[in-house]
């Protein structure tokens, strides 16, 4: 651990409406996949804490829900999540869609950003969507809503502008320890990250007929005895049986792919070969059900 003196560390919150790009920033800098990203709204349900460590510093990020107004008790946790963020970090990363026309879910979250005197940073995402002169007018729309510590418009796809905005969070963090080891990009244990990666396939499939309404839970992961797989047994939660009947597919064709294309991400992850068992349960209106989101993680009194 590194704790020389002139090492900087500290937490950065990084919040924003749904769909702005907040998890493509987070695995870009981290380097690998840790956030899911789907380009449906409010993908993230969990603080995703990624840990990004040079020689100089460590920055550690937490990737929020995207900020909405609530539906469901589900809603109500994202939202919690979100906003105890603010008052727990040394900085906050507003991150906005450059494309997007500034409204009213936009005002909705700079009004919660009034209630905090952590310093926030302007980050204006998806330059690439549009003409460079273009920027200069979102960055004067933004100014005269709130007195953002720094704007920094960037590109997370495609990493234009990345590093100019992790010099300026650098900056602004104070000396500090090293709070997790150089190699260590997540405080989610694989599980958690398994489950996530299984998810982000069923959203990238099923498009608009499975909604998130779908929770994946990790019953089993073991090494096999002499052997270098690992063995995952995860079942899929759907709310309704018609929704069962859709991801599992035509003579299991969808589950099939579900499981293909989570198996190529998961053996990246573990470093190591895959066999992976994927099964579908129906649970009547879990997002509704309090004990059914501390099933499946999610806890309000971790927050």
Do not use: C
Request: charged share 25%; no cysteine.
């Amino acid at each position: 651990m590194n704790n020389e003196k002139g090492f900087k560390s500290g937490f950065v919150s990084i919040i924003g409406r749904p769909n702005v790009g907040k998890s493509t920033l987070l695995n870009h800098v981290i380097g690998q996949k840790i956030a899911i990203m789907s380009d449906k709204p409010q993908t993230t349900r969990n603080k995703i804490q990624g840990v990004y460590t040079s020689n100089h510093s460590q920055i550690v990020f937490i990737d929020t829900p995207g900020i909405h107004k609530p539906k469901h008790k589900l809603g109500d946790f994202m939202m919690k999540v979100a906003q105890n963020t603010l008052r727990e970090v040394d900085l906050v990363l507003y991150v906005v869609d450059a494309a997007e026309a500034f409204g009213s879910g936009e005002e909705f979250i700079i009004e919660r950003l009034k209630d905090t005197s952590t310093p926030v940073f302007l980050v204006i995402n998806k330059i690439d969507k549009i003409a460079p002169d273009d920027v200069l007018g979102v960055i004067d729309t933004y100014r005269t809503k709130y007195d953002f510590k720094e704007v920094i418009p960037i590109s997370a796809l495609q990493g234009n502008n990345v590093p100019t905005l992790m010099e300026q969070i650098t900056e602004y963090l104070d000396e500090g320890p090293q709070y997790y080891p150089s190699d260590q990009v997540t405080d989610h244990p694989e599980r958690f990250v398994v489950g996530e990666l299984i998810r982000e396939k069923v959203l990238h499939l099923t498009r608009e007929e499975i909604p998130h309404s779908i929770a994946v839970n990790i019953e089993q992961m073991k090494k096999r005895e002499n052997s270098d797989t690992v063995y995952i047994g995860a079942t899929i939660i759907v709310e309704r049986s018609s929704q069962k009947g859709i991801i599992i597919g035509k003579q299991g064709s969808m589950l099939k792919e579900v499981g293909k294309r989570a198996r190529g991400d998961i053996e990246s992850l573990l470093g190591s070969k895959v066999f992976l068992e994927i099964w579908v349960k129906v649970q009547k209106d879990w997002r509704n059900k309090p004990a059914h989101l501390r099933d499946f993680g999610f806890r309000e009194d971790e927050y």
